[in-house]
């Protein structure tokens, strides 16, 4: 529950700084929309009070998936220290932790019978989580600018 309240705290303060500070990079999908959604399913992981939907308290199972924040953590180095940016680390740790990963863990909480609200979430998560990974290979694919001929892509 510790763990879900500094995130869900972290989450608040990324939305609070990134509107004050950065406002042109929070995207409205995976800044606003996400953020907000992480910062409901928090709550809802703690208390089993999603609003608009009740379940048992399942702040523990939120602790497994903690792993897969490790390709936000390298995004966000290249972002901040750019010569430390890393696309192909990035995307390999993406794949292997929030789709690979991500569809293991969702194949254990179903066979051992994670309640229907959790098993709704896993999977649009996961799908949101596939939906980034067909978009960053496609941006792989993209031909890149020069700014001469003979010098390296930007």
């Not at 510790?2 to 990134?18: E, K, N, Q, S």
């Not at 509107?19 to 910062?39: E, F, M, N, R, T």
């Not at 936000?72 to 690979?100: D, E, H, Q």
Request: aromatic share 20%; net charge positive.
């Amino acid at each position: 529950t510790i763990i879900c309240i500094w995130f869900a705290v972290a989450c608040v303060t990324d939305l609070l700084f990134g509107a004050i500070y950065y406002p042109k990079y929070l995207d409205p999908l995976s800044g606003w929309v996400h953020h907000i959604v992480y910062i409901w399913m928090m709550y809802f992981s703690c208390t089993g009070d999603g609003l608009f939907v009740k379940a048992e308290p399942f702040a523990s199972a939120f602790v497994y998936m903690l792993i897969e924040e490790f390709p936000t953590f390298l995004l966000a180095l290249g972002s901040v220290v750019p010569k430390m940016r890393v696309n192909k680390r990035f995307g390999l740790s993406f794949f292997i932790l929030r789709i690979v990963y991500h569809s293991y863990v969702v194949s254990w909480a179903y066979i051992s019978g994670f309640h229907f609200q959790g098993m709704c979430l896993y999977y649009l998560t996961l799908a949101l989580h596939g939906q980034w990974m067909i978009g960053w290979v496609k941006q792989q694919f993209r031909p890149r600018k020069t700014t001469e001929v003979g010098k390296k892509a930007l």
